[in-house]
């Protein structure tokens, strides 16, 4: 019996000791997280109350500043605005780490609204908005499963394909 119960805890321990972290995870998928710009108008990036990390909207911003614009149906193809909303959620999780640190600290990814650029005859916008909530699950797992919106725009500030709001839960 004491062979089964050490065999039981060297299992639960090794799992803790190689369960990947988010920034692991993040090299393993070859990004490269960027310092956040300085906001565009007068409010903030993120407000931490509590528990919780209200993100403001942010757009498929990539490392060099650069953003992906257009809208979606016209300009991008559905393939393309997933690509932005990817690009958007690294933008996203660049800001939250500036924010908390470390990114381990991350508790659930608990609500997303995702907005998209788009034609009037666009009906895709969920399948856009996966683009970021493929990311999240492929860098937090299950804590990454978060309750969404994702709807359609007439226009977007700059232009830009894909804006996104993220509420996090951390510890």
Request: hydrophobic share 45%.
């Amino acid at each position: 019996m004491k062979k089964y119960v050490f065999l039981f805890c060297l299992v639960l321990v090794s799992g803790s000791v190689f369960a990947q972290t988010p920034e692991a995870k993040l090299k393993e998928l070859n990004i490269e997280l960027f310092k956040p710009a300085a906001p565009m108008a007068n409010y903030v990036r993120a407000v931490r109350t509590g528990n919780l990390v209200f993100l403001s909207g942010h757009g498929p911003t990539r490392t060099d500043g650069t953003n992906i614009q257009g809208k979606v149906g016209k300009d991008l193809t559905l393939e393309q605005g997933y690509d932005a909303a990817r690009q958007t959620g690294i933008a996203l999780l660049s800001t939250l780490k500036s924010e908390i640190g470390d990114l381990s600290k991350v508790k659930r990814v608990v609500k997303v609204l995702g907005m998209v650029n788009c034609t009037e005859d666009f009906k895709d916008q969920p399948k856009v908005i996966n683009g970021f909530s493929d990311l999240m699950v492929a860098v937090f797992g299950e804590k990454g499963k978060h309750a969404r919106s994702a709807v359609g725009m007439y226009a977007l500030p700059s232009n830009i394909a894909v804006e996104i709001e993220m509420i996090v839960e951390v510890e």
